[in-house]
């Protein structure tokens, strides 16, 4: 059985990453969305709220279950005794950054293989960072993630006016 792990901060989780998950989905026996921190960003929902966001919108997928997990990615995939890393790759700045990790990755856990999926044209311009300043100056951004995702968007964004 093989266990895939598609890690992310997915603050908030967008059409693209859900994308990403329903078609690793059917690659893998199993497919885990750890919910990680970045440390390098400011996080607009905790950890449970992206959690229960996600677990909505990935209901219909029996094979996805998706966790919290702080620490490293390869050590949280050793608890999980996954051996495949899921990516996404949107573009070439994607695969510099990408292929870093892996090879970090590799070196850490030399059992660890990494997947890049590539984003599908409708998902590759935009990310969960863009999303979130386009919606803090009022744009609608249901196109880029699911009605819940937005509402609960908007109304975080309000709150913190």
């Known amino acids: ?6 890690p992310g901060s997915f603050d908030p989780v967008t059409r693209g990453h859900l994308d990403l998950i329903e078609r690793a989905s059917h690659l893998f026996d199993e497919l885990i ?6 440390t390098s960003k400011q996080a607009l929902f905790s950890k449970t709220e992206k959690v229960q966001l996600i677990e909505a919108e990935v209901a219909s997928l029996p094979n996805v279950r998706v966790q919290a997990a702080t620490g490293l990615t390869v050590d949280f995939m050793a608890a999980q005794h996954a ?5 996404g790759l949107r573009n070439e700045q994607d695969f510099g ?3 870093d990790i892996a090879w970090m990755n590799q070196s850490l ?4 293989e990494t997947v890049c999926l590539l984003a599908r044209p409708p998902y590759a311009y935009f990310s969960s960072s863009l999303i ?10 249901s196109a880029y993630v699911p009605d819940a995702v937005a509402r609960q968007l908007a109304q975080r964004l309000k709150e913190r006016e």
Request: overall charge positive; proline content about 3%.
């Open 1 to 6: 059985m093989t266990i895939a792990v598609f």
């Open 33 to 38: 969305v750890a919910v990680m921190t970045n």
């Open 83 to 87: 051996t495949v890393l899921v990516r």
């Open 97 to 99: 950054y990408e292929r």
């Open 109 to 112: 856990k030399p059992t660890i």
């Open 132 to 141: 979130k300043e386009v919606a803090k100056m009022g744009a609608d951004v």
